[in-house]
């Protein structure tokens, strides 16, 4: 999982051979609990686990949270990643073990940072948004590095995220750099990301930092990326080395997702909501949720404990009976 290149050329990302685009699927996953909301995942996927620090994209919406229920994560635990939470409709009330209440709307990020531990949840629903219709957005996770992982927990609400216009464009810029335009969101690696609205019909040349991947989640609208078309839904990878990536909105106005970052050169295990790396470390990760929500005191120090949230806190599931292998 090295990139062997000191010196990847730069070009323009516009079509043809010279720039394969990769296309990712996405999977339906139901998120849990009895009137489980239906996500759509791009990563990890069969192809691809990173791009960039992001190992994770779940994609939903939007979603008449009268019919399914909204969204209802009940109290669960992470360790050595970020959550990245970006909404395009709708209402979602984070709790974690910080003491942080904090509700998030469109246009603004919820990040949250594991370190060697936090537990959190997440409510989208009628009973905590009476008038909420409509739930729509993305969740991304970031794999924290070695320096990082084991690091404290820590949680930041951005209200407002920088942006620019290009080429009739709006880029809301909620992790990273681009156009000039830094989010004050923590990054423990290099990384970017975006939300692009495009106008029907326009074409924009997104000046990208050639050093880093690329992948661009289609939300609306009908887009080419570099040339390729792109299904709703679907995330187009591109390598290291696009200086300027070319979009193209078919005819009516498109909105989508650019995340990047310089490749993730560190072996992880991912296995439920935990990133370590070594089946140890997952396990270990595993026992001591399990020891907090009986209410041992090591598992307490470990995952801490949301207040406010009306349920039990979710277990995690079993291990499986084979050593979980670094992707
Ligand atoms: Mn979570």
């Given at each position: 999982?090295?990139?062997l290149e000191s010196?990847?050329?730069?070009?323009?990302?516009?079509?043809?051979?010279?720039?394969?685009v990769?296309?990712?699927?996405p999977?339906?996953?139901?998120?849990?609990g009895?009137?489980?909301?239906?996500?759509?995942?791009?990563?990890?996927?069969?192809?691809?686990?990173?791009?960039?620090?992001?190992?994770?994209?779940d994609h939903?919406?939007?979603?008449d949270?009268?019919?399914?229920?909204?969204?209802?994560?009940?109290?669960?635990p992470?360790t050595?990643?970020?959550?990245?939470?970006?909404?395009f409709?709708?209402?979602v009330?984070?709790l974690?073990?910080l003491?942080?209440?904090q509700?998030?709307?469109?246009g603004?990020l919820?990040?949250m940072?594991?370190?060697?531990?936090i537990?959190?949840s997440?409510?989208?629903?009628?009973v905590?948004?009476?008038?909420q219709?409509r739930?729509?957005?993305?969740?991304?996770?970031t794999?924290?590095?070695?320096?990082t992982?084991?690091?404290e927990r820590?949680?930041?609400?951005?209200?407002?995220?920088p942006?620019?216009?290009v080429?009739g464009?709006?880029?809301?810029?909620?992790m990273g750099?681009?156009?000039?335009?830094t989010s004050?969101?923590?990054a423990?690696?290099?990384?970017v990301?975006?939300?692009l609205?495009?106008?029907?019909?326009?074409?924009?040349?997104?000046?990208?930092?050639?050093?880093?991947?690329?992948?661009?989640l289609?939300?609306?609208?009908?887009?080419?990326?570099?040339?390729?078309?792109?299904?709703?839904a679907w995330?187009a990878y591109?390598?290291?080395?696009?200086?300027?990536?070319?979009?193209?909105?078919?005819?009516e106005p498109?909105?989508?997702?650019?995340?990047g970052?310089?490749p993730?050169?560190?072996q992880?295990?991912?296995?439920w909501?935990?990133i370590g790396?070594?089946?140890?470390?997952?396990a270990?990760a595993?026992?001591?949720?399990?020891?907090?929500?009986?209410g041992d005191?090591?598992?307490?120090?470990?995952f801490?404990?949301?207040?406010?949230y009306?349920?039990p806190?979710?277990?995690a599931?079993?291990?499986?009976?084979?050593?979980?292998r670094?992707r």
């Amino acid at each position: 999982m090295t990139n062997l290149e000191s010196r990847p050329r730069e070009h323009v990302c516009v079509a043809g051979p010279a720039v394969p685009v990769e296309l990712i699927p996405p999977r339906d996953v139901p998120l849990g609990g009895p009137r489980a909301m239906t996500v759509r995942r791009t990563l990890p996927s069969r192809q691809r686990s990173f791009i960039g620090a992001f190992c994770f994209a779940d994609h939903y919406g939007p979603d008449d949270i009268a019919e399914t229920g909204g969204m209802d994560v009940a109290p669960h635990p992470h360790t050595g990643l970020q959550t990245v939470t970006w909404l395009f409709e709708g209402e979602v009330l984070h709790l974690d073990a910080l003491g942080s209440v904090q509700a998030i709307r469109p246009g603004q990020l919820n990040l949250m940072t594991a370190g060697r531990g936090i537990c959190h949840s997440e409510e989208g629903t009628l009973v905590r948004f009476p008038a909420q219709r409509r739930l729509h957005g993305v969740q991304l996770w970031t794999a924290l590095p070695d320096a990082t992982r084991n690091g404290e927990r820590a949680f930041e609400h951005v209200a407002d995220v920088p942006a620019f216009d290009v080429d009739g464009a709006r880029v809301q810029v909620f992790m990273g750099t681009l156009g000039g335009v830094t989010s004050p969101a923590r990054a423990d690696t290099p990384l970017v990301a975006a939300q692009l609205d495009l106008p029907a019909g326009a074409t924009v040349r997104l000046a990208v930092d050639p050093a880093f991947e690329h992948g661009v989640l289609l939300d609306t609208g009908s887009l080419t990326v570099a040339g390729t078309a792109l299904e709703p839904a679907w995330l187009a990878y591109l390598a290291p080395g696009c200086a300027e990536v070319v979009l193209a909105a078919g005819a009516e106005p498109v909105r989508a997702v650019l995340i990047g970052g310089t490749p993730f050169e560190e072996q992880i295990v991912m296995w439920w909501n935990f990133i370590g790396r070594t089946h140890d470390e997952v396990a270990e990760a595993r026992a001591h949720w399990q020891a907090a929500i009986a209410g041992d005191p090591d598992g307490v120090a470990r995952f801490g404990h949301v207040t406010g949230y009306e349920g039990p806190p979710l277990p995690a599931p079993e291990l499986p009976n084979v050593q979980l292998r670094p992707r």
